[in-house]
T-cell receptor, first 116, second 119 residues
């Protein structure tokens, strides 16, 4: 079955620690995205990547870092510089260039990060 | 200014009734796309329906249809014959610029509407 996996489902972190959230897709999609969701708010874009070895900042990139060394993988690191990291994090992918005209994004099940 | 506005934080609807979820948007780009996603309590986002700014007809997908009024900049989601499984958060999102082009894949989301279907 093709899809997007995120791990872990729940993550607890102490203040001052970096933590890395995993996102893997086997849909052969070129583009991948990371969003953050807070209660009562919509999704906000953290980082996105259109192709391997390239990525761009989204609207709220401060305190986060990413890498895109493989097409299938787009891990997100939440650094100690992120002031309020407790949130629900969603990874998504889309066909990207050459895809269907509406090119919907497919989402993973999410990771809930709590800072203790 | 908000790019996507969903003014209904919550709605309660009787089972089998139709429901309309409101979405207005703001863009100066003549080329854009509008998406609706459903988020059940599990958290995963499920794509429902898409409307392109140049599409001549309103989009439909099964029980979902999109009431697209370009001049009013609104793209309301209509769910016909609601079911208990429709209870979820619903998000409207917009992509500015043409799809499938490098760098034009970003989505801007509204704050969502929590729909509860009453048996």
């Amino acid at each position: 079955d093709g899809g997007i996996t995120q791990s872990p489902k729940y993550l607890f972190r102490k203040e001052g620690q970096n933590v890395t959230l995993s996102c893997e897709q086997n849909l052969n999609h070129d583009a991948m995205y990371w969003y953050r969701q807070d209660p009562g708010q919509g999704l906000r874009l953290i980082y996105y990547s259109q192709i391997v070895n390239d990525f761009q900042k989204g609207d709220i990139a401060e305190g986060y870092s990413v890498s895109r060394e493989k097409k299938e993988s787009f891990p997100l690191t939440v650094t100690s510089a992120q002031k309020n990291p407790t949130a629900f994090y969603l990874c998504a992918s889309s066909l990207g260039q050459g895809g269907r005209i509406h090119n919907e994004q497919f989402f993973g099940p999410g990771t809930r990060l709590t800072v203790l | 200014a908000q790019k996507i506005t969903q003014t209904q934080p919550g709605m309660f609807v009787q089972e089998k009734e139709a429901v309309t979820l409101d979405c207005t948007y703001d863009t100066s780009d003549p080329s854009y796309g509008l998406f609706w996603y459903k988020q059940p309590s599990s958290g995963e986002m499920i794509f429902l329906i898409y409307q392109g700014s140049y599409d001549q007809q309103n989009a439909t997908e099964g029980r979902y249809s999109l009431n697209f009024q370009k001049a009013r900049k609104s793209a309301n989601l209509v769910i016909s014959a609601s079911q208990l499984g429709d209870s979820a958060m619903y998000f409207c999102a917009m992509r500015e610029g043409r799809g499938s082009n490098f760098g034009n894949e970003k989505l801007t989301f509204g704050t969502g509407t929590r729909l509860t279907i009453i048996p």
